[in-house]
């Protein structure tokens, strides 16, 4: 049974526009939510994350919003460029901080176009 | 600092062969991570240590099996390789046991 669902494999978006991911969670006890980043033949890299006693958390063109009633979460940036065209998993943990590993989304494809 | 370090990048193995990955870190984390990822599939934990000498389990640990004996350290082994196991495998770390874990470049795994 999946855990942290992301229901769109792919999304595209204008260059420019802003780019909305999203990501849902079955588990009441995740208390820490992170967003990763993933090139092909290359390692997920960290984009943001988020602590549950927060509801919004933001770096720059990244923001990440949690909905804890809806058990729902979603990254948002602002402008999307073309370099930001990857695979982007959710990923969660209940340990509170990620210490006993987290538990991941099978990703979403987001295509910048120009 | 090299971050997260994994050898080899590639490897085809046959069935019932055996072998280690390698996973080296050298920003001195206790925690350390393997993951799994199949095609079109998120990441899953297969082990997972919080300290040198200390392993645990994850959601996928049938068919590896690791040690820890250093803080640098965390190779992963498969000792009678299955098709199933034909897998991208993560390495990652953790710093103070709260925050962003590191990922390594991946291991691309195939047995036939």
């Known amino acids: 049974d999946q855990q942290v669902k992301q229901n769109s494999p792919s999304l595209s978006v204008q260059e420019g526009r802003i780019s909305i991911l999203n990501c849902d969670y079955t588990?009441?006890?995740?208390?820490?939510f992170l967003w990763y980043k993933k090139y092909p033949a290359e390692g997920p890299t960290f984009l943001i994350s988020?602590?549950?006693?927060?509801d919004k958390n933001e770096d720059g063109r990244f923001t990440v919003f949690l909905n804890k009633s809806a058990k729902h979460l979603s990254l948002h940036i602002v402008p999307s460029q073309p370099g930001d065209s990857a695979v982007y998993f959710c990923?969660?943990?209940?340990?509170?901080?990620?210490?006993?590993?987290?538990?991941f989304g099978k990703g979403t494809h987001l295509i910048i176009q120009p | 600092n090299a971050g997260v370090t994994q050898t080899p990048k590639f490897r085809i193995l046959k069935i019932g062969q055996s072998m280690t990955l390698q996973c080296a870190q050298d920003?001195?984390?206790?925690?350390m991570y393997w993951y799994r990822q199949d095609p079109g599939m998120g990441l899953k934990l297969i082990y997972y240590?919080?300290?040198?000498?200390?392993?645990d389990k994850g959601e996928v640990p049938n068919g590896y099996n690791v040690s820890r004996s250093t803080t640098e350290d965390f190779p992963l082994r498969l000792e009678l390789a299955a098709p199933s196991q034909t897998s991208v495998y993560f390495c990652?770390?953790?710093?103070?046991?709260?925050?962003?874990?590191?990922f390594g470049p991946g291991t691309r795994l195939t047995v036939t």
């Open positions: 990652a770390s953790l710093g103070q046991g709260a925050g962003e874990q590191y």
């Open positions: 240590s919080v300290g040198a000498g200390i392993t």
């Open positions: 990923a969660a943990s209940d340990s509170g901080g990620g210490a006993d590993g987290l538990t």
């Open positions: 588990n009441s006890m995740f208390d820490y």
């Open positions: 920003m001195n984390h206790n925690y």
């Open positions: 988020i602590s549950s006693i927060k």
